[in-house]
């Protein structure tokens, strides 16, 4: 028979308030696993896995005509080729040198600098897929092209709206991940 002064929501073995408190811990580390399933699948489907934001930041910089950054996201052996291409000594002057051949090249096809063409074009960049082979991780993406603040009707009439497939091959670099080739 249980003594009269014991709790019946608290019994004196304290295995009541233990199990209550197991419980909720369960349940709190149940809730925290299915958040943080929630969270990573949400950001896989979005594709920020490290590979695919590098590979994003790639196609946006190479589209926004942000070529330091471009060439910032090269493994070395990729830069150093891209350099010597050039004969750019870094990645300021290969920047450089890239801007200069693209301004020269839409003024003469189309009769606008590459800055002003594409500063009046938006840049959509969307992960599509990811393969992985070896050390080499492959990521495809979608580029989407509107210029749609221009007056350029000769650029309008190629580039208007526009969706490209690209691919992006990137590599792990002292720790990095960086991109060794790509189909732009």
């Known amino acids: 028979m249980s003594d009269p002064g014991q709790s019946l929501v608290e019994p004196a073995?304290?295995?009541?308030?233990?199990?209550?408190r197991g419980r909720a811990i369960i349940s709190l580390?149940?809730?925290?696993?299915?958040?943080?399933?929630?969270v990573g699948i949400?950001?896989?489907?979005?594709?920020?896995?490290?590979?695919s934001r590098v590979a994003r930041d790639y196609?946006?910089?190479?589209?926004s005509g942000d070529f330091v950054t471009v060439c910032e996201l090269m493994d070395s052996r990729y830069r150093k080729r891209a350099l010597a291409f050039v004969g750019a000594a870094d990645c300021a002057a290969w920047a450089k040198d890239t801007?200069?051949?693209?301004?020269?090249?839409?003024?003469?096809s189309f009769g606008g600098t590459y800055d002003r063409l594409n500063a009046d074009t938006t840049w959509k960049v969307h992960v599509?897929?990811?393969?992985?082979?070896?050390?080499?991780?492959?990521?495809?993406?979608?580029?989407?092209?509107t210029y749609d603040r221009g007056d350029n009707a000769?650029?309008?009439?190629?580039?208007?709206?526009k969706t490209q497939s690209v691919t992006v091959a990137v590599v792990q670099?002292?720790?990095?991940?960086?991109?060794?080739?790509?189909?732009?």
């Open 13 to 20: 073995s304290g295995r009541a308030t233990t199990s209550a």
């Open 29 to 38: 580390v149940t809730v925290l696993v299915i958040a943080g399933a929630v």
């Open 42 to 51: 949400v950001l896989v489907l979005r594709g920020t896995s490290p590979t």
């Open 59 to 63: 196609v946006k910089a190479y589209y």
């Open 99 to 108: 801007r200069g051949k693209l301004n020269k090249a839409y003024t003469s």
């Open 128 to 145: 599509t897929g990811t393969r992985s082979h070896n050390s080499t991780v492959t990521v495809a993406l979608d580029v989407h092209g």
């Open 154 to 161: 000769r650029y309008r009439a190629i580039a208007g709206s």
């Open 173 to 184: 670099e002292k720790g990095n991940w960086r991109v060794a080739s790509d189909t732009l």
